[in-house]
């Protein structure tokens, strides 16, 4: 169940909104059922109820009955899914705030910084000042979670190797981690030491301009830290 989550947390923070829609609206199903799952209370605070339902039985009942009879289904008259898709809730500053919280979680966060990334690097200028900024908030108040953010980066950017669909928004999300905050020394150039050996792989005999293109600020950054070796 923890990978079934991990997936819609992916899809809840990509850069389509029908799909995010979707995905937020299977996880209020999920994670508010009787079901016990990794996490909960974070998942709770990343996909909350509406307010006047939060916490009642009756509401937690509602959504586990129709968990039992069909499964993550989206209908039009339920007022969770109804909730989701207004405004209030759905919109793109409020839901990529609220889902951050998920980083702290094990089970969650290389799902989370995959879909992420696929946003910040995105073409639609509201959804990329959305992600970004809640990226860069989460930054700048968590510097515990320093460490495993740089960690999931990398490990997405080996499990994504030459898939320039996350590659490339991925070098975008590096750049703007690289100029928003100060990361410890040590951690700084493990991060970049193993960054530009992934960046190497990906670069070498590439004949995509504007990958090449993206690849450039993030390196310069990379200057910042002396014991790395970018050459």
Avoid: W
């Avoid at 059922?33 to 509401?59: C, F, I, T």
């Avoid at 509602?62 to 069909?70: A, D, H, I, L, N």
């Avoid at 990398?154 to 905050?181: C, F, G, H, Q, Y």
């Amino acid at each position: 169940s923890s990978g079934i989550n991990a997936e819609y947390g992916q899809q809840s923070v990509e850069k389509i909104d029908r799909t995010r829609h979707i995905a937020l609206s299977a996880l209020a199903q999920f994670i508010h059922s009787e079901v016990e799952l990794p996490q909960q209370d974070l998942l709770r605070e990343a996909v909350p109820l509406p307010p006047d339902m939060a916490g009642e039985d009756e509401a937690l009942a509602m959504v586990m009955e129709r968990t039992k009879v069909g499964g993550s289904r989206v209908l039009a008259n339920d007022p969770v899914s109804a909730y989701i898709a207004s405004a209030e809730y759905f919109s793109p500053a409020v839901v990529f705030s609220r889902v951050m919280c998920l980083v702290q979680a094990e089970e969650y966060v290389c799902s989370l910084i995959r879909g992420l990334v696929v946003s910040i690097g995105g073409l639609t200028e509201s959804l990329v000042k959305a992600s970004s900024s809640a990226f860069v908030d989460f930054l700048e108040e968590n510097e515990d979670q320093h460490r495993k953010l740089c960690d999931s980066l990398i490990k997405v950017m080996r499990k994504d190797a030459k898939n320039d669909r996350v590659i490339v928004p991925m070098l975008k999300t590096v750049e703007l981690a690289l100029t928003s905050i100060m990361l410890e020394e040590e951690l700084g150039n493990y991060f970049i030491s193993e960054f530009v050996k992934l960046l190497k792989i990906e670069l070498t005999k590439c004949g995509n301009v504007p990958k090449l293109l993206a690849a450039v600020s993030p390196l310069s950054n990379c200057l910042q830290f002396s014991e790395n070796k970018c050459a």
